[in-house]
C-alpha cells in the first residue's frame, strides 16, 4: 500500500493526552482511580501508551488480543480485562491480564486453576448486576458467597473488590443510590472477610457523571472509562454536559472524494432493495452536487454517526464501500482527489479503528 493511503484516522495524541489529564485530575481529587478502556479505539497500543504515561492504574480491555498488543508493545502498566472471561481462555486470561472482571463461578475455579499452574496470583473482581441486565451476579447473598469462596478456597485469585457496570445495555443511569447499593454490598463482604477491598468498581463513563457533579459516594474508588475520555462526546451531546475542558476531536476521519457531480436527489427507476435489504425513500430535492467518497458502512458502521466537520454538507447515505455526500451548498467546490474530515460518536469509532481497510496515523 502507498504510503498516505486513505481513508485513515488521525489521532492527536497531544488532544489525546489532555483529556485522559483532565479525568485523572477530577477523580483524583475525590479519591478515584481509572483503568482507561481502550476497547473503543480497538485498543490502540499508542492511545494505551498515553494512558499509561498518564498515570492510569490499569489499561482494561474486552479482547485479549488488544491486551496482548499492548504487552508486546512495550507498556508496563497492569491490564484489566474487563468482559467476563469465556471459559474457554481462563489461561490465557491469567497469563495477559493482571486482573479482570467476573460473575462465573466455573470460570472463577479456572481462573485459580490456571494461575496456580504459572504460579501466578490472579487479582479478580466481583460484578454486581444492580439492574442493567448485562453481566454480574444478581442478588447480594450470590455475590457474598462467591466472594467468600474466593478469598477461602481460591488459593490463587486474590479478590481485590466489587464493581459493576451500568448504562451499557439496560440504558439505566449510575445514580448515587445505584452506586450507594454497590458499596453496601461491598461492606457485607467486607464485615464477613474482616479486610477491606482494594477496589469498588463504580463503572464506565456513565459514573464519570458522578464526578463531574461532585456525587459520587465516597468509597467508590476505581472507574473504568473509555468514552468519556476518547470522544468525551456522549456526555456533553447525550446528557448535557459541560465538556469543553475536554477535545471531542482527539480523533478524525478522513475520507478521499472518487466522484463529485450534479444529479437528481431522486433514484430514477422502480425503487426495490439497498445494499443491506432496505427498502428506502427519498426526497425529492431536484438536481443536486453530490460528491462519492471511498469509504462505506464496512468500514464505519453507521453513516448517520458520522459528523462531517464541514457543516454545510450533508451525509445522504452509504453502502458498503461508498458514502455519498450532499456538496451543493458547501462553501468549498469540492473535486475528486479532496479530502474530507469528520469527527466520530463512538461506534464508527470503534469500526474504523478495526477495519483493515483504514490506515491509522499519530500527529
Ligand atoms: C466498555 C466497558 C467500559 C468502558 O465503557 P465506556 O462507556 O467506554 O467508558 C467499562 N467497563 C466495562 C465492563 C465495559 O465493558
Redesign the pocket.
Known amino acids: 500500500m502507498g504510503k498516505n493511503r486513505y481513508p485513515k484516522i488521525v489521532v492527536d495524541l497531544k488532544k489525546l493526552r489532555h483529556n485522559i489529564d483532565r479525568a485523572l485530575v477530577k477523580c483524583q481529587d475525590q479519591g478515584i482511580e481509572i483503568?482507561g478502556?481502550i476497547?473503543?479505539c480497538s485498543g490502540l497500543p499508542e492511545c494505551a501508551r498515553q494512558f499509561a504515561l498518564a498515570g492510569c492504574r490499569f489499561i482494561?480491555s474486552?479482547r485479549l488480543e488488544q491486551l496482548e498488543a499492548v504487552r508486546n508493545y512495550g507498556v508496563q502498566t497492569e491490564l484489566m480485562m474487563?468482559?467476563i472471561p469465556m471459559l474457554s481462555e481462563a489461561s490465557e486470561v491469567v497469563r495477559l491480564a493482571d486482573i479482570s472482571?467476573n460473575s462465573d463461578m466455573e470460570v472463577l475455579k479456572a481462573l485459580d486453576y490456571h494461575a496456580r499452574l504459572r504460579d501466578k496470583t490472579h487479582k479478580v473482581i466481583l460484578m454486581a448486576d444492580l439492574g442493567d441486565l448485562r453481566?454480574g451476579f444478581w442478588s447480594k447473598e450470590e455475590l457474598l458467597s462467591a466472594a467468600l469462596y474466593v478469598e477461602r478456597d481460591l488459593h490463587n485469585l486474590r479478590l481485590a473488590g466489587v464493581g459493576t457496570?451500568l448504562?451499557?445495555y439496560g440504558a439505566i443511569a449510575a445514580t448515587p443510590e445505584k452506586l450507594n447499593e454497590l458499596v453496601a454490598r461491598a461492606e457485607l463482604i467486607e464485615a464477613e472477610i474482616g479486610r477491606e477491598l482494594e477496589f469498588i468498581s463504580g463503572?464506565?463513563?456513565?459514573s464519570?457523571l458522578r464526578v463531574l457533579e461532585g456525587n459520587m459516594p465516597r468509597r467508590i474508588n476505581l472507574l473504568?472509562?473509555?468514552?468519556?475520555i476518547?470522544l468525551a462526546r456522549?456526555s456533553q451531546e447525550l446528557w448535557g454536559y459541560d465538556m469543553s475542558d475536554m477535545y471531542q476531536d482527539a480523533f478524525t476521519l478522513q475520507a478521499e472524494v472518487i466522484e463529485v457531480r450534479d444529479k437528481p436527489s431522486h433514484p430514477v427507476g422502480e425503487i426495490m432493495f439497498d445494499a443491506f435489504g432496505n427498502r428506502p425513500e427519498y426526497q425529492d430535492r431536484g438536481i443536486r452536487r453530490r460528491a462519492l467518497i471511498a469509504i462505506g458502512k464496512v468500514d464505519y458502521g453507521f453513516p448517520d454517526q458520522l459528523i462531517p466537520r464541514d457543516k454545510d454538507l450533508k451525509i445522504l447515505g452509504a453502502s458498503s464501500d461508498h458514502t455519498i455526500l450532499d456538496v451543493q451548498d458547501c462553501g468549498r467546490n469540492y473535486k475528486t482527489g479532496d479530502i474530507i474530515e469528520f469527527d466520530l460518536w463512538?461506534a464508527p469509532l470503534v469500526y474504523a479503528t478495526s477495519s483493515p481497510n483504514v490506515d491509522v496515523v499519530y500527529i
Open positions: 483503568a478502556v476497547k473503543g482494561a474486552s474487563i468482559r472482571l453481566e457496570n448504562g451499557c463503572g464506565a463513563t456513565s464519570y473504568r472509562i473509555g468514552e468519556g476518547l456522549d463512538y
